[in-house]
């Protein structure tokens, strides 16, 4: 692994640190670079360009002239491409230009333009800014005092806005933060410059170099000695009976037999829960033909009514009717 000297602000030399092979010490993968940088590039662009087309310039309704007899060209409109004036034939629209690009393959390219810069010295890490307030020109000398020239990129963190201030206003520094490293701005710069606390480092790095959590002998004992605890619903078996894994040999065959029908209404859930819209529709329809069955056998247990004794018919009719019974005047006569 590759080791680059610290230094302070005023270009003393304040140790070493190892660079991580995963970031500084990689073949640089050169066509991956390319389309991720194509692909940041077209990111950029605004896609705002437009121009309009026959249908949408204003006038053209009428035909300029009639179609035969004139001797010059047919025209269907005067806003045709090939008029002054006219539409634009395939032009530009409003469009998006991003492209696509995997995540792997933008870390390839991060790692890539990383290990190209250190395999020419490019990197450069301080032992930290110290900035108590915004500077330009301390941070001009900083940058004589390092030795640096032409673009230089300067990874700050994000709570040093002293450092974010001093730097902003050079036209030859980009300032960036450590989770805005891109391939294309390290590609565009001479130098990059690091932070001890933001020089980046792959995980199986950092958790080599983080030591080891001890954990205290009571904590240890406890855990070994602590039991699965169980819920207050749970009950062991007793002790001398076979479980149902043991004893499905002995248990008694289903010999088969006439299924239980089962309600509609003891299908529906209880109370205060979400209920099927079929199964309730089911248990109403059932509640009624209940009732139903209940009033026919109420009606047929009910002794039935005594019928009334027949009366003997009248002699007499009603005034105005006709009766055999009633004399006539023939009979009168005869009498």
């Not at 660079?19 to 990111?43: C, K, R």
């Not at 205290?216 to 062991?236: D, G, I, K, N, Q």
């Not at 509609?264 to 509640?287: C, Q």
Request: aromatic fraction near 4%; hydrophobic fraction near 35%; include cysteine.
């Amino acid at each position: 692994m590759a080791k680059v000297t610290v230094k302070d602000l005023s270009g003393t030399e304040q140790g070493s640190v190892t660079l991580d092979a995963g970031y500084f010490g990689i073949e640089p993968n050169v066509p991956v670079m390319h389309q991720v940088v194509t692909a940041q590039l077209a990111a950029r662009r605004s896609g705002t360009q437009s121009t309009k087309t026959r249908a949408e310039v204003r006038g053209g309704g009428a035909k300029p002239w009639k179609q035969k007899g004139t001797g010059r060209a047919r025209q269907g409109s005067i806003r045709s491409p090939q008029w002054k004036g006219g539409g634009v034939a395939l032009g530009p629209k409003p469009r998006s230009y991003s492209q696509r690009t995997p995540k792997k393959m933008i870390r390839l390219a991060l790692r890539s333009a990383l290990s190209d810069r250190a395999a020419d010295d490019k990197i450069v890490v301080v032992d930290g800014w110290g900035f108590d307030q915004p500077s330009t020109k301390q941070a001009v000398a900083a940058l004589g005092a390092l030795g640096l020239t032409g673009r230089v990129v300067v990874v700050v963190g994000a709570d040093d806005a002293a450092a974010v201030k001093s730097f902003r206003n050079l036209p030859a520094v980009h300032v960036l933060e450590p989770g805005e490293l891109n391939a294309y701005d390290i590609l565009c710069s001479d130098y990059v410059v690091f932070s001890k606390e933001t020089l980046p480092e792959t995980t199986e790095t950092a958790k080599a170099a983080k030591p080891a959590k001890k954990v205290a002998p009571h904590a240890v004992a406890t855990l070994s000695v602590s039991a699965p605890v169980r819920s207050a619903e749970y009950t062991a078996e007793p002790e001398g009976e076979p479980d149902m894994a043991t004893d499905l040999p002995n248990r008694p065959k289903n010999e088969g037999g006439t299924a239980k029908q089962v309600d509609p209404s003891d299908r529906v859930k209880p109370g205060g829960e979400k209920t099927d819209p079929k199964f309730e529709a089911a248990r109403l329809r059932a509640e009624k033909e209940a009732e139903v069955r209940a009033a026919k056998e109420l009606a047929a247990q009910a002794p039935a009514p005594a019928e009334p004794d027949e009366e003997p018919e009248a002699d007499t009719a009603p005034s105005g009717g006709f009766s055999f019974n009633r004399p006539t005047e023939s009979d009168e006569a005869s009498e």
